[in-house]
């Protein structure tokens, strides 16, 4: 059943069909030593005639492509001209807790934060957006995300499409509901369709081998996407990198946050045009975008329809004209390896953009981490949903390879790395992940929903990874010295500054001892009210700050 267009009288459900077809805007690329960033409100008319407020990274909606390549730094400074506070979190990438500007790397109005660290990941499609605890829906929707392409030498060495904008093209997928003011609202589900914020996109591809590199940017809707003919194309690569060898499908299920990159064979079709299209006729009834979700009705709600139109034209110089029959060496870790199994139970009944999900029977506190790792393990992880709509479920700092979806093997095409999985209600998914990057208590990675209403409504966890030798590695990075580590009880602090608190947490991330000075540069503490196993004692004073763990046996 299809919502009665009289519902959404306030809505603008002509600028679905029968608009003019608009250049499909491509962004543009950063790829600098120091890359800046400057995230600021403007003005945009995506419809002729209307003004809608945006939010945008460097430009009125959306952000720059940023290029990376593995093993260099990377350095991105980030300034908030908006009048709210915001962060920059790098999704995908596997960087330090402190770096991954998550809901902990606050950045004030006016003010800049830099994230600066080692480029690790394989080369993919990667991106970045906002994740302010209760705004990332708001400013996300506003226009604040772009993609990373992070590139490296094994991929540099296949023949693959890589001209950016040429046969090389970026397609950030967004439903979006628009009111005849022209304001966007925050909403989970849209009318309108945009591919890089243009509203009824054309582009102009050439008769060979294209490459897409798809991100569902969209805040719950997911898509289904395929082509109008039915016809089969080949997914080179997931959220995480690139798959060892294409996969031949004709429809690809892209869930909030996740990639995809493609290969389009468009040989001998000048002249021609082809569209490509989301199936949301063929989404199962428990996820946003199919026929069911009638109380968050969009008329785009259980059809199929057009995401973007491609118009093909002569080819180029050189073009890549056939698709590689491998890729890279990009596997799952053997299950073995895993040191610990962790299944995550999502409950919950609401709607797209109400209901508490929990997972685990947990909600979201800043203050508290819920799960501990070992910095260099892996585990297998199931997340079981016997909540009533399907999840995109996210983990920060790592990829991870499905292993099954209620114990069968995964479509070909989802066996590469990736950071999202789409679990659909009454599913179990199975995956296994490393866990290669460093978060403390501080600046805490994220587990989480990445349909954005519930990620903003607390289904969202927190885990750190921590060094088994923290308390001996440690001292040699930070300007806190503290022995003896393991400690019965008490162990001294060296700081280069006038000590005035002191707070101990547990591996939980929970403040167990708090103690407020003033002390000297030197002095003990008594860690008997603590409890056992790593503590990360933070010593502040003088306008200075640092912190250096220990165990306690
Ligand atoms: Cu793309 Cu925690 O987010
Ligand atoms: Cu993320
Ligand atoms: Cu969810």
Known sequence: ?????????????????????????????????TMH???????HQFYPGMNTPTYGVNGDYLGPTLVLHKGDTARIVVENQLDEITTMHWHGMHVPGEMDGGPHSIIQPGESWMAEYPVKNPAGTYWYHPHPHMLTAKQANLGIAGFIIV??????????????????????????????????????????????????????????????????????RIFRLGFEDDRNFDVIGEGGGLLPAPAVTNRLTLSNGERAEVLLNLTGMAGDSLLLMSYGNELTQAMPGSSNLILEGSLLNGIAFPVLRIRVVAP????????????????????????????????????????????????????????????GTNEVWHFVNNSNLAHPMHLH????????????????????????????????????????????????????CHNLMHEDHMMMLQFMVVDPNAGV??????????APS?????????????????????????????????????????????????LTVELGGQGKRDVARVVKE
């Not at 960033?37 to 003005?43: E, F, G, P, Q, R």
């Open 37 to 43: 960033l400057t995230v600021a409100a403007h003005t």
């Open 316 to 375: 180029t110089a050189d073009p890549v004209t056939s698709i590689p029959a491998a890729l890279v060496n990009n596997v799952p870790p053997d299950e073995s390896t895993s040191v610990r199994t962790r299944t995550k139970t999502i409950t919950g009944t609401g709607m797209v953009a109400m209901g508490q999900f929990l997972i685990n029977g947990e909600m979201f506190d800043m203050d508290v981490v819920n799960d501990t790792m070992v910095l």
């Open 473 to 482: 590695a440690d001292h040699d990075r930070s300007s806190v010295l503290l």
């Open 1 to 33: 059943m299809r919502p009665l267009a009289s519902l959404f009288t306030s809505f603008l459900p002509a600028l679905l069909f029968g608009q003019a077809m608009q250049p499909l805007a491509i962004p543009p690329l950063l790829e600098q030593d």
């Open 151 to 220: 590139r490296d030498s094994t991929e540099a060495q296949l023949d693959l499409p890589r001209t950016y904008g040429v046969d090389d093209i970026p397609l950030a997928i967004q439903d979006k509901k628009i009111i005849s003011t022209g304001e966007l609202v925050t909403y989970p589900l849209g009318d309108s369709l945009w591919v890089n914020g243009t509203p009824n996109a054309y582009v102009e591809l050439p008769a060979q081998v294209v490459r897409l590199r798809l991100l569902n940017g969209a805040i719950a």
């Open 397 to 448: 700092g790592v990829s991870f390879f499905v292993l099954e979806r209620n114990g069968e093997p995964p479509p070909l095409w989802e066996r590469g790395p990736k950071d999202v999985v789409l679990v659909d209600a009454g599913e179990d998914v199975k995956f296994i992940v490393h866990f290669g990057e460093l978060a403390g208590a501080d600046y805490p990675f994220m587990y989480h």
């Open 486 to 534: 393991p400690t019965m009880g008490m162990v001294r602090f060296a700081a280069q500054f006038a000590v005035e608190h002191i707070t101990v947490r547990d591996v939980l991330g929970r403040t167990v001892i708090n103690r407020t000075g003033p002390f000297a540069k030197e002095g003990s503490i008594d860690l008997s009210a603590a409890p056992a196993g790593v």
